[in-house]
């Protein structure tokens, strides 16, 4: 499995029916040395923490101005939630995947590293197995791909159609949330709620189909995903079913996102403005005359003028800061964002699978499965998702997952790839 | 007419009954003084010829990336062809005007100045004249907004289906246009051979929605226009006419685009490592041992270590680049791109107006109407858009120019204001 050139991650998960479970997989984005801090380094113009795609722009955009950064990340690698497999050379995307040119931050930094000709299609429609599979409590069935779009998208207009607008009166602007103000009186309906309004006017098949898409995208369960934070993925997607299928679901790079991740790695590294030390948890940040002091779990201490913290939501709390950050952010940390998602990849052995997608609710322990790339073996990618609702462990008990992904198709399964990022201690929870 | 702070361009025109035609228009974009280069600026890092976006964008990066930075431009202000006047405050586009958050280039700068809410929507579909007119040799009716939108979208449809998949499988990506090599099959097809092969599954309404639309977005004729220019902006909009619409021309910005490109070069400017000039026009760019020499046309003449030019395809060539250019850029540039867009903003006393859309075609000197705000008087300002066929200098004969304005519906116009690109010397057209 170990490829030339490419480390080995501590992060994420590899099984084949041969080797078994291991701990680890190869990726582009784990950083060899781990750190490069000189002892001339005494105070930094910046500290950025976390080494994700925000605080790799930071950086990047930083060091290419002159200032003197020096970058602190918990993990082996760089990408955060985004990060890529390099196994025989194929990138499984373990987070973040797909971009297209209606994700304006993404797109404008793809053209700006050349790469926007490196988009493939996760799925090719042109094989056999060419339909959708729905299993729900009434049965196993197969609609054609047409067909499966006319159902969700007939659903999800009834669900966000709470202004007769389709949701595009209370928000306007996915960016810009909450710009009306009336939008603020759906604050507090979840998933669930909304279902229970509208639930005279749904077929079963079209309230599984609402749950199942929208908890692909909240990771939480129908109680405790927010209906707002549905409305901002579909006012992304202006609107439309089909339109924000396209910007979410659709195109991937080819290279794989730790190839991306890199480049702005690579380019903040080639400035000489750029200090870093990967495997560098921090514990404690310390604001006092002009002067930060960030100290590590294991007792190290960085000085620099400005700190940049980039650490998501759900660990921020772990972090102490003096003085404390606004009291709201402490508690929204506490409080912390529901998605946690499990994605898990399989390798199917039937390349004509490369056509198929399905899902199979309320009562797998994973939800919606599409096809997501063909392996350097010929074989069929696929990738499956879970939530919070019916969450799994992937890990824990490798017989469960594998009976998930079965129970979608007939599968062949020849390998299994995946980060389990509830047990993650730098994300305790997905993107 | 003058605003205080707010400088006067030498460009644009502006009429009112009582006022008559006016050459020149305020500006945010106009800067003063015009040039701050010091005689010790001898050598600069680099010359960034022309201030529109894109000289703009390369001259904030490189300034906030410690490059020693001289920026030439032709005209009085920046923007290029867009720039937005500032008459009782309010800014009317003389070119490009509207932005999207599926415009990923547009859209991330403007996220990065904090512009992002400060979008609003050109028309308000709320009023009492809430209806499309269609005038065309079979006579002039009006139809719902939805009914319009229906029409052109089934028309559009009909033009772009060259593959059975309204143009997503010969062109998938519109920023890689070329992709499918299978596209070049189309590459000497105009919009008049598109039109000629469907004709016989075309309504008069269906062609004449068409042509209107896609003459406003090439600014041509039906025979110069390329099919594959407007299959670059149908995939831009994901493949579908709403989408496209709402991507091009729904919403702007409250303060103008001449705003937005003050924050480019205020930041700029900001570093200390910006010298400008404006009013300075570029006749030679010679090359020679690492050195960039820059001519102007009034004999000054400036030096630097690298040159970025950014001067229109359509005045390219009247620059003398030594060594020269690369044969194909400058065949392009002496062929020229076909855009000679008319555009005529009015202000028009029925606020009910502020609903309405239309289209004269192929008889009137403009084509395609829309109600685009609300004027600090609290009339209705709409813009309207003539092209190649049948074009106008809206400045040589007003009353030709009211007329046409008028052949859309009957309006008691208060003002004109417009730029006319097709005379402008430093782009010999639209964008």
Redesign the interface.
């Known amino acids: 499995m170990k490829m030339a050139g490419i480390a080995k991650s501590s992060e994420g998960w590899h099984w084949t029916p041969s080797g078994g479970l291991v701990a680890g997989i190869p990726s582009k984005g784990v950083i060899q040395p781990s750190q490069n801090i000189k002892q001339s380094d005494a105070v930094f113009d910046v500290i950025v923490i976390g080494a994700g795609y925000t605080g790799l722009t930071a950086t990047r955009d930083l060091t290419?101005?002159?200032v003197k950064t020096l970058l602190l990340e918990g993990r082996d690698r760089i990408g955060g939630r985004t990060w890529s497999s390099n196994i025989d050379g194929y990138p499984y995307e373990m987070g973040g995947t797909w971009v297209h040119?209606?994700?304006?931050?993404v797109?404008?930094e793809l053209?700006r590293y050349g790469m926007?000709?490196e988009?493939v299609?996760s799925t090719d429609f042109t094989k056999k197995h060419n339909y959708f599979s729905f299993a729900t409590r009434s049965g196993r069935r197969t609609m054609s791909h047409e067909e499966e779009d006319e159902m969700f998208s007939r659903a999800m207009q009834k669900f966000v159609n709470v202004d007769g607008n389709f949701g595009k009166t209370v928000m306007?602007?996915?960016?810009?949330a909450y710009?009306n103000k009336n939008v603020l009186k759906y604050a507090n309906l979840s998933v669930a709620d909304r279902i229970a309004q509208i639930r005279h006017d749904l077929s079963e098949d079209e309230r599984h189909a609402i749950e199942s898409f929208v908890l692909l995208c909240s990771g939480g369960t129908a109680q405790n995903s927010a209906f707002l934070d549905f409305l901002r993925w579909w006012a992304?997607g202006?609107y439309?079913y089909r339109?924000l299928l396209?910007t979410i679901i659709v195109f991937k790079l080819k290279c794989g996102q730790s190839e991306f991740a890199r480049r702005f790695f690579n380019e903040a590294l080639a400035t000489s403005n750029l200090a870093y030390s990967f495997n560098t948890v921090i514990s404690r940040v310390d604001s006092t005359n002009n002067t930060v002091r960030v100290t590590t779990r294991d007792g190290r201490a960085f000085q620099a003028k400005r700190v940049i913290c980039t650490a998501p939501l759900n660990v921020l709390s772990k972090i102490a800061f003096n003085p404390p950050l606004l009291a709201e952010k402490t508690e929204a940390s506490k409080l912390k964002h529901v998605n946690q998602c499990v994605k898990v990849h399989a390798e199917i052995k039937d390349p004509e699978m490369r056509s198929w997608s399905g899902v199979t609710y309320p009562d797998n322990k994973l939800v919606i499965g599409l096809a997501d790339g063909k392996t350097p073996a010929g074989y069929t990618h696929c990738v499956f998702f879970g939530c919070d609702a019916n969450h799994i462990h992937a890990e824990e008990n490798i017989d469960e997952t594998l009976k998930a992904v079965k129970k979608f198709a007939p599968m062949d399964v020849n390998r299994l790839v995946f980060h389990n990022w509830s047990k993650d201690e730098f994300a305790e929870g997905a993107w």
Not at 101 to 105: A, K, L, M, R
Not at 172 to 176: G, L, S
């Open positions: 290419t101005s002159g040119w209606f994700q304006p931050h797109y404008r053209s926007i000709n988009l299609h306007p602007f996915p960016f810009d710009w992304a202006n439309d339109t396209d």
